[in-house]
């Protein structure tokens, strides 16, 4: 038990740390994802395009939510901006660094699958195989219009007979490819770029400011996780002590029954909140009026 509460106290502490971990596995899920799943393209001309694109872009779509729904800070971001002002001012600047932060952290796993579907060329040889310029390949001069659509969208199926007999699949098999590829390429070599740019240049703009927004990101995590601590703490007590109450409510039943009764001075009331009506006060008193950044007066009690 000591272990584990070492671990969960890791990573209560450590968010980020671990929200790292879950998007690195979001990202080998999706590669594993996409090397299980049986691309089979319909072969059909209007149905390629929005098969190929769509296995290039809903399964990321659906890992940027992904990403979103287990980022605990997604939620704490959206509370910190909806809240009402109270006591204590909204940083902007606070919401915007959790923002880029949680957005950055969703994007890995939709990029990385994008990535590898460019790189493979499957996807895209789907999507616009019937769209090549048929003149570029000499495989398609004798065709009528029809014909030449039919034959360009069952490009990607290599086992149809109309295409065991054309000598111009490959020639468009590759030509897409090579398309596919560099596009995939160029998007990794400009993330690549961007990043070392960012990290680069990152010293040259003023670091208080981040060292802030960072420090005040990480204040309103922890301070929501030790609320919640808290409350959940004083739920157990109070529930503990109305149980308590009941039984002494019943203590003569429970006499005539010989069942044992705690002592006199045990059931004792929580100090300070002692029923729903001030609970219920004390959250509202939290969530529409934070109390200010400012302990100075604790400190000089």
Same mark, same amino acid.
Not at 53 to 82: D, H, K, T, Y
Not at 162 to 179: D, E, F, G, P, Q
Not at 241 to 265: A, V, Y
């Given at each position: 038990?000591?272990?584990?509460?070492?671990?969960?106290?890791?990573?209560?502490s450590?968010?980020?740390?671990?929200?790292?971990?879950?998007?690195?596995?979001?990202a080998?899920?999706?590669?594993?994802?996409?090397?299980?799943?049986d691309?089979?393209c319909?072969?059909l001309?209007w149905?390629?395009?929005?098969?190929g694109?769509?296995i290039?872009?809903v399964?990321?779509?659906?890992?940027?939510?992904c990403?979103?729904? #287990?980022?605990?800070?997604?939620l704490?971001?959206l509370?910190? !901006?909806r *809240?009402p002002q109270?006591?204590?001012k909204?940083? =902007?600047?606070?919401?915007?660094?959790?923002?880029?932060?949680?957005l950055?952290?969703?994007?890995?796993?939709?990029?990385?699958w994008?990535?590898?579907?460019?790189?493979?060329g499957?996807c895209?040889i789907?999507?616009?195989s019937?769209?090549?310029?048929?003149?570029?390949?000499?495989?398609?001069?004798?065709?009528s219009?029809?014909?030449?659509?039919q034959?360009?969208a069952k490009?990607?199926?290599?086992?149809?007979?109309l295409?065991?007999n054309?000598?111009?699949h490959?020639?468009?098999?590759r030509y897409l490819?090579?398309?596919s590829?560099a596009l995939?390429?160029?998007?990794? #070599?400009?993330?690549?770029?961007?990043?070392?740019?960012t990290r !680069?240049f *990152?010293p040259?703009f003023?670091?208080a400011?981040l =060292?802030?927004?960072?420090?005040?990101?990480?204040?309103?995590?922890?301070e929501?996780?030790?609320?919640?601590?808290?409350?959940?703490e004083?739920?157990q007590l109070?529930?503990?002590?109305c149980?308590l109450h009941?039984f002494?409510?019943?203590?003569q039943?429970?006499?005539?029954?010989?069942?044992?009764?705690p002592?006199?001075?045990?059931?004792?009331l929580?100090p300070?909140?002692?029923?729903?009506?001030?609970?219920?006060k004390?959250?509202?008193?939290?969530?529409?009026?934070?109390?200010?950044?400012d302990?100075s007066?604790?400190?000089?009690?």
């Amino acid at each position: 038990m000591d272990h584990l509460r070492m671990i969960l106290q890791y990573f209560q502490s450590n968010s980020e740390s671990v929200m790292n971990g879950i998007c690195g596995l979001l990202a080998l899920a999706s590669i594993k994802m996409y090397t299980c799943f049986d691309f089979s393209c319909p072969c059909l001309p209007w149905y390629n395009m929005a098969y190929g694109l769509g296995i290039m872009f809903v399964p990321p779509i659906a890992l940027f939510f992904c990403g979103l729904i #287990l980022n605990r800070q997604s939620l704490v971001m959206l509370e910190e !901006w909806r *809240r009402p002002q109270g006591h204590r001012k909204k940083d =902007l600047a606070v919401i915007r660094y959790m923002c880029s932060s949680i957005l950055q952290q969703a994007m890995v796993a939709p990029v990385i699958w994008i990535i590898v579907t460019l790189l493979d060329g499957k996807c895209l040889i789907c999507a616009f195989s019937d769209s090549v310029d048929p003149e570029k390949f000499v495989g398609f001069t004798n065709a009528s219009p029809v014909q030449v659509q039919q034959l360009l969208a069952k490009v990607p199926c290599k086992d149809d007979e109309l295409m065991r007999n054309n000598t111009s699949h490959k020639a468009v098999s590759r030509y897409l490819c090579c398309w596919s590829q560099a596009l995939g390429w160029s998007i990794l #070599l400009i993330l690549i770029m961007a990043a070392f740019l960012t990290r !680069w240049f *990152r010293p040259c703009f003023n670091q208080a400011t981040l =060292l802030q927004a960072r420090h005040w990101s990480n204040y309103i995590d922890i301070e929501q996780k030790i609320f919640e601590e808290t409350c959940c703490e004083h739920s157990q007590l109070f529930a503990h002590m109305c149980i308590l109450h009941f039984f002494e409510s019943m203590r003569q039943e429970i006499k005539l029954h010989n069942f044992s009764l705690p002592s006199e001075g045990e059931g004792d009331l929580l100090p300070g909140i002692t029923d729903q009506d001030q609970m219920n006060k004390l959250l509202k008193m939290w969530y529409y009026e934070k109390p200010p950044l400012d302990v100075s007066q604790v400190t000089q009690r």
